[in-house]
Antibody, heavy 118, light 113 residues
Framework: EVQLVESGGGLVQPGSPLKLSCAASGFTFSSNWLNWIRQAPGKGLEWVAS????????YYPDTVKGRFVVSKDNAKNTGYLQMNNLRSEDTAMYYC???????????WGQGTLVTVSS | DIAITQSPSSVAVSVGETVTLSCKSSQSLLYSENQKDYLGWYQQKPGQTPKPLIYWATNRHTGVPDRFTGSGSGTDFTLIISSVQAEDLADYYCEQYFVYPPTFGSGTKLEIK
């Protein structure tokens, strides 16, 4: 069974960093893309990062480019999202997801909540 | 970026009825090389994680009931839910994965009368 478990969320002040983790099991992590999608309270879904299977290529939307860094440790079956210089508008539930068929998100974790507030 | 527009923003139906949700893209999602539309649908029940329903515009994900049907091509797509059940109460999102950045519509809230 595919499982993705996020951790690392919490309350942080504007301008602070935070690192999220995504522990994967039930599939060959090293052969799959890993993605992060977020959802602000009461709002829709927004893609925030993708990384290819061997970690050599990463992709971001303009809203987080230069502040967020996605990575994966295939030996540990774990993905990460390093978030720097956090802003209030980054407040959201952050989901990691395994994609299939390019960027269709076939499996999702339960999410970890990030709140950016002073 | 490709803009995705969903309508209606909310709809209320009775159990057993059929409902049609619309999703329109600002540019074609049909890739000529493989004749596939890079459009997916997700269901998010209150307080839950989004659940994938449909990929390639028409293919149901594993375990999705056949009352959920995706159709359309190019720029216009629909999700038809036949014989709506109370458990179908949820927000429904479509997503284009044709190009970066992948983008979602703003969702349609399905309410049960």
């Amino acid at each position: 069974e595919v499982q993705l478990v996020e951790s690392g969320g919490g309350l942080v002040q504007p301008g602070s960093p935070l690192k999220l983790s995504c522990a994967a099991s039930g599939f060959t992590f090293s052969s799959n893309w890993l993605n992060w999608i977020r959802q602000a309270p009461g709002k829709g879904l927004e893609w925030v990062a993708s990384i290819n299977p061997d970690g050599s290529s990463t992709y971001y939307p303009d809203t987080v480019k230069g502040r967020f860094v996605v990575s994966k440790d295939n030996a540990k079956n774990t993905g990460y999202l390093q978030m720097n210089n956090l802003r209030s508008e980054d407040t959201a539930m952050y989901y990691c997801a395994r994609s299939r068929y390019h960027n269709w998100f076939a499996y999702w974790g339960q999410g970890t909540l990030v709140t950016v507030s002073s | 970026d490709i803009a995705i527009t969903q309508s209606p923003s909310s709809v209320a139906v009775s159990v057993g009825e059929t409902v049609t949700l619309s999703c329109k893209s600002s540019q074609s999602l049909l890739y000529s090389e493989n004749q596939k539309d890079y459009l997916g649908w997700y269901q998010q029940k209150p307080g839950q994680t989004p659940k994938p329903l449909i990929y390639w515009a028409t293919n149901r994900h594993t375990g999705v009931p056949d009352r959920f049907t995706g159709s359309g091509s190019g720029t216009d797509f629909t999700l038809i839910i036949s014989s709506v059940q109370a458990e179908d109460l949820a927000d429904y999102y479509c997503e284009q994965y044709f190009v970066y950045p992948p983008t979602f519509g703003s969702g349609t809230k399905l309410e049960i009368k």
